[in-house]
């Protein structure tokens, strides 16, 4: 994240684990804490009930740089979040004898819902201006409630309903529309309207058939795929924070992989961290917003393949043409 800032920051990585955890004060198995996913499971059969998760973090920074004199007054926070509730929460880690730094963050189960995310933020005093960030990992952690198996788990969900009678009743007003895509949760979810057009969804979901029928099959899924990728850039970047002095910071879970993902289409031959900066700038004054948007219509399209989708979908029609002619 150093081009970001228009400050010195750590150049060196910075990396943590969960060590472990314990709900109510008993301790959690270790097999629902997954260090190469990073995710920690905390539903377990026979315990639903329970009030906090006392998360043990164990970080490991650059000492060396940390001892520059470039700052001083040196913070780890690990920093508990989740979008679904605006729920955010920090603690501070403690350095260690052996250069490590230690901790632990509570997490209450009243105050979330699914899926949070858990990260660090390295601050200090730079130029005489404290609290400022200096470092984050590159990789985050997910602590999910309602997982009793520690999954990374960042695809997109798809649910087909019926928008007219379904059980959803928000999605009714929108009877008429073939897909929904909703990015408010903790992963995305496309609805596909399983009565808007008949057939549809057979179609969508089957495997065989003819060449027309697998043609069409192709572009509509890389239509949808289009539609979410727009609606989840665009959730992503109406929902960035920023720290005291207006720097964009980058978001966790999926929303923080879509941006690495489709940013450097959006805004090519931009560092990630610069491309972020722009990203936030434009979206608070508003200039070459519109124009954005285009680039925005491109990523997500390369994302889905249409181009490709489509492009064959008019050889086939050429193709059929040709054969109803002959």
Known sequence: MKSVFPYPTLFGGVDFEVVSVDVDGRDLPYSRISKPERVVALHHAGRDEWDTARIRIKAILPTPEIDEETW??????AILSEAVTNARSTSPLT???DGTWQGTID???????????LTLAIVAKVDDVPGR???????????????GTPRRQEEIRIEQ????????????????????????????????????????????????????????????????????WTAMFNASISELDVDDDGTPIMPGGWREAVLRMMLPDVLPGRQLTDALYDIGDRRKSGSGWSELQTNIQYAAGKRSQLTRKLTSAVRTFQRSERNDDQ
């Open 72 to 77: 001083s007054d040196v913070s780890c926070l």
């Open 161 to 228: 309903t019926d928008f007219r009678e379904g059980p959803h009743e928000w999605l009714r007003p929108f009877k008429d529309s073939s897909w929904i895509v909703e990015t408010a949760g903790d992963l995305p979810t496309v609805y596909l309207n399983t009565t808007a057009v008949e057939g549809l969804t057979e179609i969508i979901n089957g495997k065989g058939g003819s060449s027309t029928e697998k043609t069409l099959r192709d572009l509509t899924s890389s239509q949808i795929a289009q539609d979410a």
């Open 107 to 117: 997490l209450v189960h009243d105050h979330h819902r699914a899926r949070a995310t």
């Open 133 to 147: 960030m200096i470092g984050a990992p590159e990789s985050v952690w997910y602590v999910d409630l309602k997982a």
């Open 95 to 97: 350095r260690d004898s």
